[in-house]
Structures are given as structure tokens and as C-alpha cells.
T-cell receptor, first 116, second 117 residues
Framework: GENVEQHPSTLSVQEGDSAVIKCTYS??????FPWYKQELGKGSQLIID?????GEKKDQRIAVTLNKTAKHFSLHITETQPEDSAVYFC???????????????FGQGTILTVHP | KAGVTQTPRYLIKTRGQQVTLSCSPI?????VSWYQQTPGQGLQFLFE???????NKGNFPGRFSGRQFSNSRSEMNVSTLELGDSALYLC????????????????FGPGTRLTVL
């Protein structure tokens, strides 16, 4: 089955700096890669996602890049703010059906701390 | 549009008991997936339901079960609770994709925090 590795497990940056979180996946059939931000008491919020027919996607200060050949994708946050502090999870999914139905395979998470 | 809702938000049970958790998807969403989140294992897929049918199941023992109702609301049940079942249980809903067959975006609820004593 799919395996997703996420690095680093913790990341500490100064306000205004950039933050980069990287994930690798194992299943070449995976074609959908969302990123979630998890805050205590607020659940897991989808912040950006990318599909395998696209190499990069940007939404204001957040961007995601995908390298299908190398099977890795990354989250980039620019001009970080203290409110960006949270746990970030990457995930991978396939539209192949069968054992892929409704299943996201998650990375282990990255605790991002943005210091004012 | 209201998001995914889960009830209860917190639950304390003792070993051997059973528990039922509820999830109401976003209006119009027909697929519900359940996940278990623990510090040691991270987020792990439990099962997925669509049209009242379980289409996919993760690697969890038979003590974990679920169902979906005709209004797409879903429940999951854990019988004979063990200490290791203490976790945050998350449900996520998505619209079933059309013929394009794209893997669909999942929107998560706030979770139910289960503590087994």
C-alpha cells in the first residue's frame, strides 16, 4: 500500500521567514495530494491541494510543488505569521477505486512554530 | 454551508464498554471516511461509506464498525474498548466525483476525543 514520509517533524522559524515541508510517497498510482492544517479545537483544515496533472499551485502565501518522477511534493509558506503555527499534514490519494476509495494516506505531521 | 459535524466532541469510557460516534457530512456530500489519530500512529484510515455501503476498510480489527444512513450521516462503533483505542476520531466528507473519476477533496470535522480508562 501507499506510504507517505513527511519531514521535518518540527520546524521553528521567525515571523516573516519562509517555511518548507517535504513529503515523499511510494505508490505511483497516487494522483491527489492535499495539505491540512490542524489546530487544537479547530479540526483539520484543507489549506491547499494539487493533482498529478499540475506541477505547482499557489494560493497567496501558500504554494505546493509536485515532482511525480521523484515522487515528492512540498508545501511552501512565505512571509510566515504567528497564526501559521500549527501541525501540518500532507496526504496522498488515488482515484483508482477499490482499496483507494475514500482513503487518504497521511504523513506523520510537522509541528510549525512561528516566533514573533 | 455548514461544515462536517461530529458528536460528541469528548467521551470517556472504560475498558470493555462500547461506544458510538456520529458524523454529519456537509450538505450534498455523499461519501464519509473515518480516521483514527494517535500520537504514535498518526492519522490512519478506518473505513469509507457511500450510499449506505462500506466501499473500503483499513487495517483495524472487527471491533471497529460503521454504517451510513440514507441521509449520508454516518456512525462508527467500537466494541469491547481497549486502552489503545484512546484517540481522536475524525470523519471527513466528500462529494462523489463524476465520470472524471478524480480522487475527491475531503473536508474534516473537528473530531471526537475518546479516552478509555
Amino acid at each position: 500500500g501507499e506510504n507517505v514520509e513527511q519531514h521535518p517533524s518540527t520546524l521553528s522559524v521567525q515571523e516573516g521567514d519562509s517555511a518548507v515541508i517535504k513529503c515523499t510517497y511510494s505508490d505511483s498510482a497516487s494522483n491527489y495530494f492535499p495539505w491540512y492544517k490542524q489546530e487544537l479545537g479547530k479540526g483539520s483544515q484543507l489549506i491547499i491541494d494539487i493533482r498529478s496533472n499540475v506541477g505547482e499551485k499557489k494560493d497567496q502565501r501558500i504554494a505546493v510543488t509536485l515532482n511525480k518522477t521523484a515522487k515528492h511534493f512540498s508545501l511552501h509558506i512565505t512571509e510566515t505569521q504567528p497564526e501559521d503555527s500549527a501541525v501540518y499534514f500532507c496526504a496522498a490519494s488515488s482515484s483508482a477505486g477499490g482499496t483507494s476509495y475514500g482513503k487518504l494516506t497521511f504523513g506523520q505531521g510537522t509541528i510549525l512554530t512561528v516566533h514573533p | 454551508k455548514a461544515g462536517v459535524t461530529q458528536t460528541p466532541r469528548y467521551l470517556i469510557k472504560t475498558r470493555g464498554q462500547q461506544v458510538t460516534l456520529s458524523c454529519s457530512p456537509i450538505s450534498g456530500h455523499r461519501s464519509v471516511s473515518w480516521y483514527q489519530q494517535t500520537p504514535g500512529q498518526g492519522l490512519q484510515f478506518l473505513f469509507e461509506y457511500f450510499s449506505e455501503t462500506q466501499r473500503n476498510k483499513g487495517n483495524f480489527p472487527g471491533r471497529f464498525s460503521g454504517r451510513q444512513f440514507s441521509n449520508s450521516r454516518s456512525e462508527m462503533n467500537v466494541s469491547t474498548l481497549e486502552l489503545g483505542d484512546s484517540a481522536l476520531y475524525l470523519c471527513a466528507s466528500s462529494i462523489i466525483p463524476g465520470l472524471a473519476g478524480e480522487a475527491d477533496t475531503q473536508y474534516f470535522g473537528p473530531g471526537t476525543r475518546l479516552t478509555v480508562l
